[in-house]
């Protein structure tokens, strides 16, 4: 995250390598439906990492109420590069 001048950037929650596996599927598919079907897990799985994602970047003071936010933080923590969108 870029930071505002003179403040230092937020940290990158820690999320594990399976949070980063879902958010970047997650992020490059329609619906939690294909992310499952993709990773070979139930829908109601998807949505269980993702609400824990969610969490960890609320309890840094980054939240990411959205699709398009948790896009953002996946993009700015490099979990994501915009080439493969």
Same mark, same amino acid.
């Given at each position: 995250?870029?930071?505002?001048?003179?403040?230092?950037?937020?940290?990158?929650?820690?999320?594990?390598?399976? @949070?980063? +596996?879902?958010?970047?599927?997650?992020?490059?598919?329609?619906?939690?439906? @294909?992310?499952?079907?993709?990773?070979?897990?139930?829908?109601?799985?998807?949505?269980?990492?993702?609400?824990?994602?969610?969490?960890?970047?609320?309890?840094?003071?980054?939240?990411?109420?959205?699709?398009?936010?948790?896009?953002?933080?996946?993009?700015?923590?490099?979990?994501?590069?915009?080439? +493969?969108?």
């Amino acid at each position: 995250m870029l930071p505002l001048t003179g403040s230092k950037p937020l940290p990158a929650p820690p999320l594990t390598a399976r @949070e980063i +596996e879902i958010l970047r599927e997650w992020v490059m598919r329609e619906s939690k439906a @294909e992310v499952a079907k993709a990773l070979f897990i139930t829908p109601a799985t998807v949505s269980t990492h993702v609400n824990r994602i969610r969490l960890k970047y609320a309890s840094v003071g980054r939240p990411a109420n959205t699709k398009a936010a948790l896009l953002a933080r996946a993009l700015q923590d490099g979990h994501i590069d915009l080439d +493969e969108l």
